[in-house]
Structure formats: structure tokens, C-alpha cells
């Protein structure tokens, strides 16, 4: 009797954990899918009766409903996707090269310059955001593409060179030590043997470091707000502030999500290995 | 029961989380740990080093010199100077901008409010991050789609989040208000951001909360797994029941993670500004301590006052968090 209690009490736990997750994303996407009259009835109603696609069309302007209010979200979805995977590449690139030359290599000042790299991890926003806006306008690079990838690999490094840090100490030194002793360079080691065998580590750090760059809001906002190199949460916020039928503000909502979402859905045992191994956003 | 004690190990993921976020306090973790005796051993040019770790380790030092250290140091040193960019030079202000902060009732107001964000807050993340591990510790049927489901709101953008959830909050057509009254605990539909302080702000931190618990379920998780079963199976002999048992073994043995659980809300909640701007914007009821700092600075071009606000923000959140350490870090070991 009181194990069935504690089974049900664990399931009611759980459904609640699974609505509460899920309800405000669905609540958008049923948004996004209704007319803006039957989106506004009250009650409200649980499920679109009559879905229609009329706010995405709207959204990329293609229908009635589109206007001066949204728009550039095409370009947007671009600038997003340039920011993002150019301060991903550029991150990992120099993440992987660094962790392992702390995990493996002996060099002067390592210690000094490793703390000080993963202390910045413990800066909040505070600390860089002014300083960075006057660094960047005084070199023009304001609005620029090349400016908000620099920032946001500043960013991202400390977290990715902590995981990829932790990837190469768990890996067996010994297949590496062979491979010297049949003449490899450590060049060669590392491109023909640390990086494939690190790679399953690397994807966990790309997602991860992808993800924080899909979010980025602030910074975008005081480094690249321009039409031409604003991020989609840029736009959103802007389409927010303006008169746009709130259907569509929810459509637009939906575009800015489904990516990291897609990437949750396929890709999700990653995330928690890249959580667990850096335990910080 | 005896309290495990000693040194925390890189094996175990809680103890590896624990040493990332020690390592500055602590000083027992060291780079290369562990690797220092093979690296020796090894015959090639690893161990040697030369040209070529420099040349590896060279575009990191550029970017968080460039990019990370030397902007801290200009915020710390120009929180000191009148700053106007429309009339240059600045000019040595002592502690002038600080003075200037806390005559402005707008700056006192949001002070106020992010000491109730970090409240709410970290209490919301901390309660809920624990419970949800405990509810997800063993294995069973479906749990692989269960924590799929639950690091969906960690993964997406905190604007969006803040987005979707004015919607829900709307005053004329909201879920929110629909579900109440529904059930009848409200007669009619409330405004509910923008007309209370406590209330607005408990509401907007839920967004974050949203957010953020995910991230401090997945990290108690891990920590939790690494617990050894045999100290339940002790723990059952002896007569604990299952709450006891979490209460006096479990809770104690996760202390590192909860550590970093707290410490990662706390910086959450005082850096909180995406969902800040798109619920509440600039009004007052909500405004919150980045909020502020960012009108402050770009829409006023007051950047004295920002660069004041931001130093004392920084210090507040490394203050803040050596004290949260203090008090739950406990190192654990499971020989």
C-alpha cells in the first residue's frame, strides 16, 4: 500500500516535471499556429482547433499580415547561424590546441596562464561588457561579424579549454607514448591520434559552446544590433517592442528556438556529458 | 555513520566538478596533475617542450588578454574617472561615480531588486535542481527522454524564454490568468508583471528558474551517481528510512555539487537581465542590477556610472561566492 503511494506520488512527480518543461514551449508553438482572434479567446483554449501556417508567412513576408513590424528575419536566422558557428569553430580550434599542450606538454608560466584563463570563468557580465563595447568601437568593429565571433570566443574559451582540459587527462597517455616511440612527431600524435580519439569530447564542447552562442542577447545587443549583423535574439526582442501581432511574435519565437531545440531533441546524451564535464553556463 | 573526509579525486564527475570550481580557493588542484610522472617518462618531444606549446597556447593568451583580463582591468580602474565620450578627456573622479549611485533612487531601487532575484532565486534552483535529481537518481524505463525533456529549457535563449513567457503572463488573454480563474483562485484577470515589486519579480525570476534548474538537476545528478550503493545498503541496515537516509547520507555526500549549484545561481541571478528587459524593461518594480547598469550606460551614456555599478557588481558576486563556499563545500571523498 505505501509502495504504491510512493509510485504514484513518483509518477504525479514526474508527469509535473515533464509539463513544466514542455507546456511553455507548446503554449508558443500553439500561439504561432493560431489565428490572432482564436489565440486571444477566453478562455483559452487548450488545443488550435484550426491551425494555420498565416504568422510564419506573415513572418517571412510573404502574407497579409506582413508588415514594417517584422521582417529581416531571414536575415537574422543568417546572422545568427554566422555568429554562432564562426565563434564555435574558432573557440574549438583554439580550445583544443591549448587543453592539450596544459594536459600534455611542460612549458614556462603554464600554471599562472592556465588559472587566469579558467578564472575568467568566474566574471560575471559586469566585469567586460563596457570596456568591450569602447575596445570594439575603437578598433571598428562594431557591427561587424568579425567583431561579435572575437567576443563571443573570448567567452567561450575558458569553458571549452576546462572540458577539453579534463578530455585529454582522461585519456591513456600510453597509446601516445607508442606512437613517440615509432618516431611520431608530437605534431603527428596530436592530429592523427589525440584528436580522433578526443573527438567524441570535442562534439560534447561544440554543442555546448554552439548552444551558449545561440543565446547570447546582451552582448549582440550592445555589439551588433545592426540590421545587417544582428542575431535572431536581437530581432526578437525588437519585433517584441513593436506592434506586431503577438501570433506572430510567438512565430518568431518558434524560429529562434528551433535549432537549439532540434539540437536537444537529436543530441541531448551530448549536452549532459559537456554539462558534467564544465557544470557551468 | 562516519563522515567521509579527505581530498577531492578527478575520477568521480562530482569530483571532478567540485575541483573545477575549487580550484581557485583550494589550490589542491593542479594543471597537468597526475600526468606530470608519464609526461616525464615519455621520450619524445612531449616531454620536452620547445617552440611548440608556446605556439598552442599563443591565440589563447591573445584572446583572454585582449578580450577578457584587460577589459576587468579597465572596469576597475575606470570606475574611478569621469567618463562623458561626448567630452573628452576624462578625469580622475575618486569616488565621485559611487557617491553619484547611490543618490539615485533608481540605482537604490535596483539594488533592492536583485537581492530579491538572488533570493528567489537560488532558493527556486537549488530546491528544485535537488529534487529533480532525486526524483531521476535510479534508473528506469523512459528516463533517457525524461532528461532530454528536461535540458530542452536549459538549451534555448533566455530572450525567447522571456518572450514566450509574456505571453503566458498576459494581463488580457494570458494562460496564466485563464488556468487561475479556471480554478477559480482568481475572479478576475490580474496584471501580474509591472504592478507588484515582489510579485513581478518572483514571476520573471520563474523564467529564469525555468531556465536555470535543468543545469543544477543534471549537476546533482551526477554528483548523486557517483554516490557508492553499498552506503545505502548500510544506511537500510541500520533501519534509515528513505528520507532519513537522503537527509543524513545523501545530502551530506553531494555538498561539493550543491556548492556549485548555489554558486552557479547566484551569478545567474545577479547577472539577470535578458528576461528583465523583454518582461519589464526599464520600469522600476522589476529593474534589476544589469538592467540598470545597461541604461545606465548605453541609453544615458552615463559610463562612469556603469563602469561604478559594474565594479561593485563584481565584486559583490566574488564576495558572495566565497561565502556560499564557505558554508556548503565540504570535500568528499568515496575510497
Given at each position: 500500500m505505501r509502495r504504491r503511494l510512493r509510485r504514484l506520488i513518483r509518477l504525479v512527480a514526474l508527469g509535473a516535471l515533464v509539463v513544466w518543461s514542455l507546456f511553455p514551449v507548446y503554449w508558443a508553438l500553439k500561439t504561432s499556429l493560431s489565428t490572432n482572434a482564436a489565440a486571444q479567446?477566453?478562455?483559452?483554449?487548450?488545443?488550435?482547433?484550426h491551425p494555420t501556417g498565416v504568422s510564419y508567412q506573415a513572418l517571412f513576408g510573404a502574407?497579409?499580415?506582413?508588415?514594417?513590424?517584422?521582417?529581416?528575419i531571414g536575415q537574422a536566422l543568417v546572422n545568427s547561424v554566422i555568429e554562432v558557428t564562426g565563434a564555435t569553430v574558432l573557440t574549438l580550434v583554439i580550445a583544443v590546441a591549448a587543453a592539450y599542450a596544459f594536459a600534455r606538454l611542460r612549458f614556462r608560466l603554464k600554471g599562472v596562464i592556465f588559472y587566469a584563463t579558467i578564472a575568467t570563468?568566474?566574471?560575471?557580465?559586469?566585469?567586460t561588457l563596457i570596456p568591450l563595447y569602447r575596445i570594439m568601437s575603437d578598433f571598428g568593429l562594431v557591427n561587424t561579424y568579425i567583431g561579435i565571433i572575437f567576443v563571443y570566443t573570448s567567452g567561450f574559451l575558458p569553458l571549452a579549454l576546462w572540458i577539453m582540459y579534463n578530455v585529454f587527462l582522461a585519456l591513456p597517455s600510453s597509446i601516445e607514448e607508442a606512437a613517440h616511440i615509432d618516431g611520431a612527431s608530437t605534431l603527428q600524435t596530436f592530429g592523427r591520434i589525440v584528436i580522433p580519439t578526443a573527438s567524441p569530447g570535442i562534439a560534447a564542447t561544440a554543442i555546448v559552446t554552439f548552444l551558449f552562442g545561440w543565446g547570447q542577447f546582451l552582448f549582440p545587443l550592445v555589439l551588433s544590433s545592426s540590421n545587417s549583423t544582428e542575431p535572431l535574439t536581437v530581432l526578437l526582442a525588437a519585433i517584441d517592442s513593436r506592434n506586431a501581432p503577438f501570433t506572430v511574435i510567438n512565430a518568431a519565437a518558434i524560429v529562434a528556438i528551433a535549432i537549439p531545440a532540434i539540437i536537444v531533441f537529436f543530441l541531448n546524451r551530448w549536452i549532459i556529458t559537456g554539462i558534467t564535464a564544465g557544470s557551468v553556463k | 555513520m562516519r563522515e567521509p573526509a579527505g581530498a577531492a579525486g578527478t575520477k568521480e564527475p562530482a569530483a571532478l566538478l567540485a575541483a573545477r570550481s575549487t580550484h581557485r580557493f583550494s589550490g589542491s588542484f593542479r594543471p597537468g596533475h597526475g600526468t606530470r610522472r608519464t609526461t616525464r617518462r615519455t621520450a619524445g618531444p612531449a616531454g620536452r617542450g620547445g617552440p611548440l606549446p608556446y605556439a598552442m597556447i599563443a591565440p589563447l593568451v591573445v584572446f583572454i588578454g585582449v578580450l577578457a583580463l584587460y577589459p576587468t582591468v579597465l572596469t576597475i580602474i575606470e570606475a574611478f574617472f569621469h567618463i562623458d565620450p561626448l567630452t573628452p578627456p576624462d578625469h580622475f573622479a575618486g569616488f565621485g561615480n559611487f557617491s553619484a549611485l547611490f543618490a539615485d533612487a533608481q540605482v537604490r531601487q535596483s539594488i533592492e531588486n536583485s537581492a530579491w532575484y538572488i533570493v528567489f532565486g537560488v532558493v527556486l534552483i537549488v530546491v528544485l535542481g535537488t529534487a529533480i535529481g532525486l526524483l531521476l537518481r535510479r534508473p528506469f524505463r523512459g528516463r533517457g527522454i525524461i532528461l532530454a525533456i528536461l535540458i530542452l529549457p536549459w538549451a534555448l535563449p533566455g530572450v525567447v524564454e522571456g518572450v514566450i513567457w509574456s505571453w503566458i503572463y498576459n494581463?488580457?488573454?494570458g494562460v496564466l490568468n485563464s488556468f487561475l480563474k479556471s480554478l477559480r483562485l482568481i475572479g478576475q484577470y490580474q496584471l501580474?508583471?509591472?504592478?507588484?515589486q515582489i510579485e513581478t519579480i518572483f514571476l520573471i525570476t520563474l523564467v529564469q528558474v525555468w531556465q536555470i534548474t535543468p543545469l543544477a538537476a543534471i549537476i546533482v545528478l551526477a554528483a548523486l551517481q557517483s554516490i557508492p550503493n553499498d552506503l545505502y545498503e548500510a544506511a537500510s541496515v541500520d533501519g534509515a528510512s528513505g528520507g532519513r537516509a537522503t537527509w543524513t547520507i545523501t545530502l551530506p555526500l553531494i555538498r561539493p555539487a550543491l556548492a556549485i549549484v548555489s554558486v552557479e545561481a547566484l551569478i545567474m541571478s545577479l547577472n539577470i537581465f535578458d528576461q528583465v528587459y523583454v518582461l519589464?524593461?526599464?520600469?522600476?518594480t522589476g529593474a534589476s542590477l544589469m538592467s540598470t547598469t545597461y541604461f545606465l550606460t548605453f541609453?544615458?551614456?552615463?559610463f562612469g556610472a556603469g563602469y561604478a555599478l559594474s565594479l561593485m557588481a563584481t565584486v559583490c558576486t566574488v564576495i558572495i561566492s566565497l561565502v556560499i563556499y564557505r558554508i556548503i563545500y565540504r570535500k568528499v571523498e568515496f575510497s
Amino acid at each position: 500500500m505505501r509502495r504504491r503511494l510512493r509510485r504514484l506520488i513518483r509518477l504525479v512527480a514526474l508527469g509535473a516535471l515533464v509539463v513544466w518543461s514542455l507546456f511553455p514551449v507548446y503554449w508558443a508553438l500553439k500561439t504561432s499556429l493560431s489565428t490572432n482572434a482564436a489565440a486571444q479567446q477566453n478562455p483559452v483554449q487548450y488545443f488550435p482547433a484550426h491551425p494555420t501556417g498565416v504568422s510564419y508567412q506573415a513572418l517571412f513576408g510573404a502574407g497579409p499580415e506582413s508588415a514594417d513590424a517584422v521582417g529581416g528575419i531571414g536575415q537574422a536566422l543568417v546572422n545568427s547561424v554566422i555568429e554562432v558557428t564562426g565563434a564555435t569553430v574558432l573557440t574549438l580550434v583554439i580550445a583544443v590546441a591549448a587543453a592539450y599542450a596544459f594536459a600534455r606538454l611542460r612549458f614556462r608560466l603554464k600554471g599562472v596562464i592556465f588559472y587566469a584563463t579558467i578564472a575568467t570563468l568566474t566574471l560575471p557580465v559586469y566585469a567586460t561588457l563596457i570596456p568591450l563595447y569602447r575596445i570594439m568601437s575603437d578598433f571598428g568593429l562594431v557591427n561587424t561579424y568579425i567583431g561579435i565571433i572575437f567576443v563571443y570566443t573570448s567567452g567561450f574559451l575558458p569553458l571549452a579549454l576546462w572540458i577539453m582540459y579534463n578530455v585529454f587527462l582522461a585519456l591513456p597517455s600510453s597509446i601516445e607514448e607508442a606512437a613517440h616511440i615509432d618516431g611520431a612527431s608530437t605534431l603527428q600524435t596530436f592530429g592523427r591520434i589525440v584528436i580522433p580519439t578526443a573527438s567524441p569530447g570535442i562534439a560534447a564542447t561544440a554543442i555546448v559552446t554552439f548552444l551558449f552562442g545561440w543565446g547570447q542577447f546582451l552582448f549582440p545587443l550592445v555589439l551588433s544590433s545592426s540590421n545587417s549583423t544582428e542575431p535572431l535574439t536581437v530581432l526578437l526582442a525588437a519585433i517584441d517592442s513593436r506592434n506586431a501581432p503577438f501570433t506572430v511574435i510567438n512565430a518568431a519565437a518558434i524560429v529562434a528556438i528551433a535549432i537549439p531545440a532540434i539540437i536537444v531533441f537529436f543530441l541531448n546524451r551530448w549536452i549532459i556529458t559537456g554539462i558534467t564535464a564544465g557544470s557551468v553556463k | 555513520m562516519r563522515e567521509p573526509a579527505g581530498a577531492a579525486g578527478t575520477k568521480e564527475p562530482a569530483a571532478l566538478l567540485a575541483a573545477r570550481s575549487t580550484h581557485r580557493f583550494s589550490g589542491s588542484f593542479r594543471p597537468g596533475h597526475g600526468t606530470r610522472r608519464t609526461t616525464r617518462r615519455t621520450a619524445g618531444p612531449a616531454g620536452r617542450g620547445g617552440p611548440l606549446p608556446y605556439a598552442m597556447i599563443a591565440p589563447l593568451v591573445v584572446f583572454i588578454g585582449v578580450l577578457a583580463l584587460y577589459p576587468t582591468v579597465l572596469t576597475i580602474i575606470e570606475a574611478f574617472f569621469h567618463i562623458d565620450p561626448l567630452t573628452p578627456p576624462d578625469h580622475f573622479a575618486g569616488f565621485g561615480n559611487f557617491s553619484a549611485l547611490f543618490a539615485d533612487a533608481q540605482v537604490r531601487q535596483s539594488i533592492e531588486n536583485s537581492a530579491w532575484y538572488i533570493v528567489f532565486g537560488v532558493v527556486l534552483i537549488v530546491v528544485l535542481g535537488t529534487a529533480i535529481g532525486l526524483l531521476l537518481r535510479r534508473p528506469f524505463r523512459g528516463r533517457g527522454i525524461i532528461l532530454a525533456i528536461l535540458i530542452l529549457p536549459w538549451a534555448l535563449p533566455g530572450v525567447v524564454e522571456g518572450v514566450i513567457w509574456s505571453w503566458i503572463y498576459n494581463p488580457t488573454f494570458g494562460v496564466l490568468n485563464s488556468f487561475l480563474k479556471s480554478l477559480r483562485l482568481i475572479g478576475q484577470y490580474q496584471l501580474f508583471i509591472g504592478s507588484h515589486q515582489i510579485e513581478t519579480i518572483f514571476l520573471i525570476t520563474l523564467v529564469q528558474v525555468w531556465q536555470i534548474t535543468p543545469l543544477a538537476a543534471i549537476i546533482v545528478l551526477a554528483a548523486l551517481q557517483s554516490i557508492p550503493n553499498d552506503l545505502y545498503e548500510a544506511a537500510s541496515v541500520d533501519g534509515a528510512s528513505g528520507g532519513r537516509a537522503t537527509w543524513t547520507i545523501t545530502l551530506p555526500l553531494i555538498r561539493p555539487a550543491l556548492a556549485i549549484v548555489s554558486v552557479e545561481a547566484l551569478i545567474m541571478s545577479l547577472n539577470i537581465f535578458d528576461q528583465v528587459y523583454v518582461l519589464n524593461a526599464n520600469a522600476g518594480t522589476g529593474a534589476s542590477l544589469m538592467s540598470t547598469t545597461y541604461f545606465l550606460t548605453f541609453q544615458d551614456l552615463n559610463f562612469g556610472a556603469g563602469y561604478a555599478l559594474s565594479l561593485m557588481a563584481t565584486v559583490c558576486t566574488v564576495i558572495i561566492s566565497l561565502v556560499i563556499y564557505r558554508i556548503i563545500y565540504r570535500k568528499v571523498e568515496f575510497s
